[in-house]
């Protein structure tokens, strides 16, 4: 018997509805479920190719197709049964159940391996549930990023409000600024002013003396005199000085004491004599400077008049720190020697110059000491703390 | 321009001031001219007397100052002109600077000082 005939040609085997005697209720039985089971069976897979066509997002799509060439294989044996009850053709009948096997097992093997990856596949009451949570969490930014707009604007407001409170506070600070600026060129206007007008005074004091000097027969008082307007002198030069300062309060004490010593040399004129005087910068105030000026006038003074008889010789002015922070003035001279200050304890009344001396000394908290060794060296030690 | 005299003019608006410079001047030996209280008084008075030295103080009566006068007498009667300011501010030393002056003393002055300027200006004069 050939592979042909074995599948096509049933001649010699009976139809189904011979084992079960023609029974007309058996055979209606059989043909009506197993048709209404293979339409059934030709339905579902219909449905389920229609629902793959329209959801063309779906994962593992193809294991449905895969159901559908199964449940259709299925729905074919039955109408296959329904043939065989009156036709055997149980060759063809088995190759359909062949492929309806291999498709049934190929589904079988690869549904199962396949159950752990569809289980974590999102359902959609997880994807509802994520899509209400995302939702949340978009309302949840709207709101922040509301909140974040407001401060922004709050931020922008108090910005330029604080812009503004700035400006104000410049202006108003700029404003005060002028006023002290200009308050304080009155008082240097105001300061300059003093120093001239003090020196424009002690020059008409000078003025004076000088006419009542030249009216005057007597030496001694011409002298005296003479005496007066080298000590106005000092005073003047201090404010001089001071109104030529930068700061109008200190200025330095080196040439002062040049011009100072300068005028009582050239004062006392018709002398041969050198002077030279040597002191370290230092920024006085007129506290010190006029007591200071006064006893250089004084020191400087009592060489000329003492030491130098025959009219020439030297005086040396000199102003320096020691080690120890102290302030040492020294005024010596190459002549004769004479202490003024021993001079005048001999005599009954001291005379006007070691009274004034005496006077400056304590004015300055200052120890003087004279002595007599080639001339005289008048030496004075004190504390000078630098000017403010 | 005709012949300075040897004199002293004095322009000072502080008369005891201008007394005392002029008893120095005497005292030098030479002779004052005329005292001057203001510019306009200050340089009439040198056109008067061509005198061969100003002692010149710098603020005057009236709105003019020393400094206008010196530059009118300069220009006008060639003297040597030696200020005598109280000021020592920098706006008065410049004017001062563009005016010529043969000196310019600060007071308080002294006789040193003055006896200086006033012997140097004069031996200009002898020169001339």
Known sequence: ?388 | MRALKKTVLIVEDEHLIAMGLSAQIEDMGLQVCATADSAERAVAEALTHRPAIVLMDVRLRGEKDGIDAAKAIHDGVGSKVIFITGSREQKTIERIGLDHPFATLFKPISDRQLRAAVNDAMRDVDHV
């Not at chain 1, 391996?113 to 939702?135: F, T, Y």
């Not at chain 1, 030491?307 to 102003?319: K, M």
């Not at chain 1, 005024?331 to 005599?347: F, M, P, T």
């Open chain 1, 1 to 388: 018997m050939s592979l042909y005939d074995w599948l096509f040609n049933p001649s010699g085997l009976t139809p189904h509805g011979f084992c079960l005697l023609w029974a007309p209720g058996l055979i209606v039985l059989h043909a009506v479920s197993d048709a209404v089971i293979g339409l059934a069976y030709f339905s579902i897979p219909w449905a389920l190719a229609s629902f793959v066509a329209q959801r063309k997002d779906l994962e593992y799509g193809w294991v449905i197709q895969l159901f559908v060439a199964f449940i259709l294989a299925c729905g074919t044996t039955h109408f296959m049964s329904i043939l065989t009850l009156w036709s055997p053709v149980y060759g063809i009948e088995g190759i359909i159940k062949l492929i309806t096997a291999g498709l049934s097992i190929a589904t079988a093997v690869i549904l199962w391996p396949l159950i752990p990856k569809l289980v974590a596949l999102p359902s959609g009451s997880q994807l509802k549930l994520l899509n209400s949570q995302l939702a949340c969490t978009g309302q949840e930014q709207e709101r922040t990023a509301q909140l974040l707009r407001e401060s922004e604007t709050q931020v922008r407001k108090s910005n330029t409000e604080l812009e503004n409170r700035v400006k104000e506070r410049t202006a108003e600070l700029e404003a005060a600024n002028a006023r002290l600026s200009h308050a304080l060129e009155q008082r240097d206007l105001l300061l300059r002013e003093v120093y001239h007008r003090v020196k424009n005074n002690l020059q008409v004091i000078d003025s004076i003396v000088t006419l009542q000097a030249r009216r005057l027969s007597d030496p001694d008082a011409q002298n005296a005199l003479q005496g007066l307007r080298r000590r106005l002198y000092a005073l003047g030069l201090v404010h001089q000085q001071l109104m030529s300062s930068s700061d109008l309060k200190t200025f330095d004490v080196a040439p002062f004491l040049k011009e100072l010593s300068e005028n009582i040399i050239e004062g006392i004129g018709g002398r041969d004599i050198s002077l030279s005087v040597h002191a370290i910068p230092l920024d006085v105030g007129l506290d010190f400077a006029i007591p200071l000026g006064l006893l250089v006038t004084e020191l400087v003074t009592n060489s000329l008049k003492h030491a130098f008889p025959d009219g020439n010789g030297r005086i040396e002015v000199l102003l320096d720190r020691r080690d120890d922070g102290t302030m040492v003035l020294v005024v010596s001279d190459n002549g004769s020697g004479y202490d003024i200050l021993e001079a005048s304890r001999k005599e009954k009344a001291p005379g006007l110059g070691s009274t004034l001396i005496d006077g400056l000394v304590s004015q300055l908290k200052a120890t003087i000491n004279i002595r007599r060794t080639n001339g005289t060296i008048s030496e004075v030690l004190f504390v000078h703390d630098e000017a403010p």
